[in-house]
């Protein structure tokens, strides 16, 4: 998945990026754990580099976690919303042993998608959802998506295990 941080790449906000208190979708809720309908903050992004690239990526948090973890609600109090490194990090010094589960689609974009992304017709997208969950209890503390045009992406992992069974599965 890529750096979600966006400086760590020169990526930058094509906009403000809104806060949004609402309701997890059908498909957010099951990811999260949560019900139908649950609150939880949503924070969508629409990024573009020096070449004009463009992605967007998305990230939410159940209220119920953000409650939970005072250090996460003072960040989004004080300096906005922060990076994927700095949630992954107010997750892990709240006592939580983060695990990630990323899945990733090729597909078609909706014409809302092309626009967006300036995505050239007959061109797939690449969506990654990436679930962040606390390993020892499996709950899902955050989803992060992001889209992006598939004719110039590469996807680059690197996984470490001391456990060799977990990376078997």
Same mark, same amino acid.
């Given at each position: 998945?890529?750096?979600?941080?966006?400086?760590?790449?020169?990526?930058?906000?094509? *906009?403000?990026?809104?806060?949004?208190?609402?309701?997890?979708?059908?498909?957010?809720?099951?990811?999260?754990?949560?019900? *139908?309908?649950? &609150?939880?903050?949503?924070? &969508?992004?629409?990024?573009?580099?020096?070449?004009?690239?463009?992605?967007?990526?998305?990230?939410?948090?159940?209220?119920?976690?953000?409650?939970?973890?005072?250090?996460?609600?003072?960040?989004?109090?004080? *300096?906005?919303?922060?990076?994927?490194?700095?949630?992954?990090?107010? !997750?892990?010094?709240?006592?939580?042993?983060?695990?990630?589960?990323? @899945?990733?689609?090729?597909?078609?974009?909706?014409? @809302?998608?092309?626009?967006? !992304?300036?995505? &050239?017709?007959?061109?797939?997208?690449?969506?990654?959802?990436?679930?962040?969950?606390?390993?020892?209890?499996?709950?899902?503390?955050?989803?992060? *998506?992001?889209?992006?045009?598939?004719?110039?992406?590469?996807?680059?992992?690197?996984?470490?295990?001391?456990?060799?069974?977990?990376?078997?599965?």
């Amino acid at each position: 998945m890529i750096d979600t941080d966006a400086d760590a790449f020169g990526w930058r906000e094509v *906009e403000p990026p809104p806060k949004l208190h609402t309701e997890a979708r059908a498909e957010i809720a099951l990811t999260l754990g949560q019900p *139908e309908h649950a &609150p939880v903050l949503e924070y &969508p992004r629409l990024l573009t580099d020096r070449a004009g690239r463009r992605l967007s990526h998305k990230t939410v948090i159940p209220f119920a976690v953000l409650v939970e973890i005072p250090a996460l609600e003072a960040a989004l109090d004080s *300096e906005g919303f922060p990076t994927g490194g700095q949630l992954y990090a107010i !997750l892990a010094a709240a006592g939580h042993t983060l695990a990630y589960t990323d @899945d990733i689609r090729a597909r078609m974009p909706t014409p @809302d998608d092309s626009t967006a !992304l300036r995505i &050239p017709g007959g061109t797939p997208m690449f969506t990654t959802h990436r679930a962040i969950s606390d390993a020892t209890t499996g709950r899902v503390l955050a989803y992060e *998506e992001t889209r992006r045009s598939a004719d110039d992406t590469q996807l680059r992992y690197h996984l470490t295990t001391a456990d060799t069974t977990a990376a078997n599965r």
